[in-house]
């Protein structure tokens, strides 16, 4: 007899214990994204086949060419988010600003704010290799039934009450945490339903992989390059393997079950990093600390930072613990 697997639907009404003062809106949040993946995974799995490759001929605030799937995921996960009156405002990747949610009489009176990364990785849809959504949820700080303010968005890592990602890969998984660990769930795609099928995701404390572009080695600060050369030194339990995908959702994943660190730093190319702190780097730091990784921006704790715009970039060393700590004593000072 197969063993079953509980549903992520069956889980987060389980898991509806942990929030006893909640009305079950962060059941229902949690429920909207689940939808909402399952609909941008049908449309990436058969990316190539219909006329949704390729670039949608405009460009979001970061200047990025925006890809059709780049836009179209941010639409789906909109209207998931709007049509089930939980938010009362988003912030995407692919909005020049953040959403007030209007139009639903209540809307001002939800309690929670969304930011996202609607389609991370997106340059790599055309080669059909691995994607993945990025998601952060925060309690609003503003007064209820009012519209939302900057201030309910530019808040600290560390106040997130959920955080999670979608990985579009050789199995589409939804992985995410409340606060009480990460757990991962993988596409039925036959039945539509995801099932637990990775409970209690926790890091390996150190591991043999890095993660880095290092193409562009020579642009990295000294501290970056030494650990390199660490990594690479023909010593004790090295050297450890390169791997990087160029998506961060995939190489974070892999890491998280192999062991391993992802870093994207400062260089003279990117000065503050590529990532960005509010979509990618809180909601991927929450994740590294409930398995029991770290998340540095080099100096400090990622999920300390106190954010002051909405796309402002971090550099970023996420991952196992040892390996980040690693990586911190060779960074050097705070300047
Ligand atoms: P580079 C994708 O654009 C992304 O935001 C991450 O998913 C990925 O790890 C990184 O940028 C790749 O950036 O500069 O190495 O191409």
Redesign the pocket.
């Known amino acids: 007899m197969e063993k079953r697997h509980i549903t992520l639907g069956e889980f987060i009404i389980d898991n509806q214990k942990h929030f006893k003062y909640s009305s079950g809106e962060l059941s229902r949040l949690i429920n909207s994204i689940r939808l909402a993946a399952k609909i941008v995974n049908h449309e990436v799995n058969k990316a190539g086949l219909v006329d949704i490759l390729g670039e949608a001929g405009d460009t979001n605030i970061q200047g ?1 060419d925006q890809q059709k799937l780049d836009v179209y995921a941010n639409d789906v996960f909109k209207s998931a988010l709007i049509n089930r009156e939980i938010v009362c405002g988003i912030a995407s990747e692919e909005e020049d600003d953040f959403i007030t949610i209007q139009g639903k009489e209540n809307c001002n009176s939800n309690k929670y704010v969304v930011l996202i ?1 609607p389609l ?5 849809i055309d080669v059909n290799v691995s ?2 959504t990025i998601f952060s949820i925060y309690r609003r700080i503003t007064p209820e039934g009012t519209p939302v303010q900057p201030e309910d968005f530019l808040q600290k890592g560390n106040e997130q009450v959920a955080a999670g990602y979608i990985v579009y890969g050789t199995s589409t998984m939804l992985v995410y945490t409340t606060g009480h660990g990460v757990n991962g769930f993988t596409l039925n795609p036959a039945l539509g339903t995801f099932y637990l099928s990775h409970p209690d995701m926790q890091f390996p404390e150190t591991g043999k992989i890095y ?3 290092e ?2 080695y020579a642009h990295f600060p000294q501290g970056v390059k030494d650990y390199l050369k660490y990594c690479q030194a023909e010593e004790e339990d090295r050297p450890y393997t390169s791997r ?8 974070f994943h892999r890491n998280m079950i192999k062991g391993g660190i ?1 870093i ?1 730093p400062t260089s003279s190319k ?1 000065p503050q990093g ?3 702190l509010l979509y ?1 780097c809180n909601p991927i730091a929450f994740l590294a600390e409930q398995a029991n990784g770290k998340a540095t921006d080099g100096y400090q704790r990622i999920l300390d930072l106190k954010p002051t715009e909405l796309h402002q970039r971090v550099p970023i060393f996420c991952g196992s613990s040892i390996m980040v700590g690693k990586s911190r004593s060779l960074y050097g000072e705070i300047p």
């Open positions: 990025e990364d991370d990785g997106s340059s790599n994607v993945g993660s880095i572009n193409g562009y990087y995908i160029g998506s961060l959702v995939s190489d992802y994207y990117a590529k990532l960005r990618e």
